[in-house]
């Protein structure tokens, strides 16, 4: 039988082993040009990018996707037409990948990882193809031409916003080549050559033009030039020669009156020395003399200028007091301002919101008015409707009566007069307050009343066919004509 602890420490390597096992097959490695997507056992994808990880066997799966630069073919299809509606052919090819961006590789996990590298360019040639498109219809000819990196970019613009959707992004995109079928290109080209040559001649001739011109006037101002010296150089000798004999006149002039003039002028120096000596002292005294009024003139404006600087500073402060009073007494005024334009907006507010109160109860009352009115006629209808009701039983009454004779059907108004009577008066009886105007009055009232009562009688008469009249007549007559027989 074998030792236990022989059988531990099998155990022991097995478990080990079999650790090993297990860490063998679930290390990974990612390259930096490849992305390896761990997934399965967590909710979360994990991606290693250059850097090692580890993953449980059977439990969570291992995808790969190239981080590589894919070279792309884009060409339209078809001939595509500009703005200016000029078909275009267009050969452009775009170096892209798929993004390393922790947001945009997920988004390349779920739209790529069952595509092939082929499938994969198959698909951004479509995608970019369409944009290229769209970019194409939106330019003219001769900026596609002259700004085709202009172009390229637009185009790459358009389609980044796509490519991100599938986690890819664009590294470069340029424009290979331009075609047309109608030559519109070449057109263009034969006619910026014949404009350039153009433009050359044009300058060639205005050069040659501007250098005759140049000579031209270049001569004529050495011809002036040239009659211009000689014509001074003329006025020069002749001037010299002029002023040569005055100044030989004026030599002699000049010596003859200092010959003269020698003699005078050395009395005249003796005479001079003795006035300049006396013009001396007389000009030092008065030199004393404007010193000494200097002195006093400047004693004088330093006082001055003492008593007026404490002038100035004293009226400086005076205005400055009279200001600071002004500006507090303008604040107060304004502060008084204000406070009575608020305590008049207030008594505005108050009286308006008094007004408001005012109408909204004149408006409750009215409106209790009306419906306490609509309510008593509405009172005064129901039971108008009544009466009329009551006496339409009594027609139908008297109708049946019609067989019993002048006297059951007498009979029979009397005993309702009364109620008609009443039920006439009802609507009065329900009135709190009647105002009469003019002829109104209690006689005039009970009148109604009675007017009202015999327009019943009246449309009972009409309605059975009796003049109930000629029969209450009659049978007072009667009763009277019996009282008398019977008294005699």
């Known amino acids: 039988m074998p030792d236990p602890v022989t059988i531990i420490i099998i155990v022991a390597i097995a478990v080990i082993a079999l650790i090993a ?5 679930g290390y990974v490695k990612a390259p930096p040009n490849k992305a390896y997507i761990i997934s399965g056992f967590r909710s979360k994808k994990r991606v290693l990018i250059g850097k090692a990880g580890f993953r449980l066997p059977f439990f969570e799966r291992l995808d790969k996707l190239s981080l590589d630069v894919m070279q792309v073919d884009v060409k339209t299809s078809e001939a595509v037409p500009t703005n200016e509606f000029i078909n275009v052919s267009v050969d452009g090819v775009a170096n892209i990948k798929i993004s390393s961006d922790p947001e945009l590789i997920n988004k390349a996990a779920e739209a790529l990882l069952a595509m092939d590298q082929r499938q994969l360019i198959f698909l951004c040639t ?11 219809g939106s330019v003219g000819l001769k900026e596609m031409v002259q700004e085709r990196q202009i172009v390229a970019e637009k185009i790459k613009e358009n389609a980044v916003p796509d490519m991100r959707k599938l986690g890819i992004e664009i590294v470069n995109f340029n424009i290979q080549n331009f075609k047309d079928g109608a030559g519109t290109i070449e057109n263009m080209g034969i006619d910026n050559v014949e404009q350039i040559r ?5 300058a060639k001739a205005e050069a ?6 140049a000579e031209a006037n270049a001569k004529e101002e050495a011809n002036k030039v040239a009659v211009n010296t000689n014509l001074r150089i003329s006025e020069q000798n002749t001037s010299l020669a002029i002023r040569q004999a005055e100044l030989k006149k004026d030599a002699d002039i000049k010596q003859a009156e200092a010959d003269a003039a020698y003699a005078i002028q050395k009395e005249q120096q003796r005479k001079t020395i003795e006035v300049t000596a006396a ?18 003139a400047l004693q004088e404006r330093r006082l001055d200028a003492e008593i007026r600087k404490k002038a100035d500073a004293l009226k400086y402060e005076a205005e400055k007091k009279a200001e600071a009073e002004l500006i507090k007494r303008q604040r107060e005024a304004e502060a008084r301002r204000f406070e009575e334009e608020q305590a008049a907006l207030a008594k505005m507010k108050m009286a308006e919101a008094e007004k408001f109160e005012q109408e909204q109860q004149a408006l409750a009352q009215k ?8 309510s008593k006629m509405k009172e005064a209808e129901g039971i108008r409707a009544v009466g009329l009701a ?3 039983a009594i027609e139908k009454k008297a109708e049946a009566q019609k067989k019993m004779g002048e006297a059951s059907v007498l009979d029979m ?9 009443k039920n006439a008066a009802a609507p009065l009886a329900q009135t709190d307050k009647i105002v009469m105007y003019g002829e109104g009055n209690s006689a005039k009232l009970v009148k109604d009343v009675m007017t009202s009562a015999s327009q019943i009688t009246e449309s009972l008469e009409e309605s059975v066919g009796i003049d109930l009249k000629s029969m209450l007549a009659g049978f007072v007559g009667g009763k009277a004509a019996a009282g008398t027989d019977a008294n005699e």
Do not use: C, H, W
């Open 21 to 25: 096992l297990i860490f063998a097959a």
């Open 126 to 136: 479509q995608v970019l193809e369409g944009n290229m498109r769209e970019i194409v």
């Open 198 to 202: 153009k433009a050359a001649q044009i």
């Open 208 to 213: 040659a033009r501007d250098i005759s011109i």
């Open 279 to 296: 013009d001396a002292d007389i000009a030092r005294r008065e030199k004393d003399a404007e010193l000494a009024e200097k002195e006093i």
């Open 367 to 374: 409106a209790t008015a009306d419906a306490l009115a609509y």
């Open 390 to 392: 009551e006496a339409e």
């Open 413 to 421: 108004y009397l005993t309702a007069l009364p109620e008609v009577v």
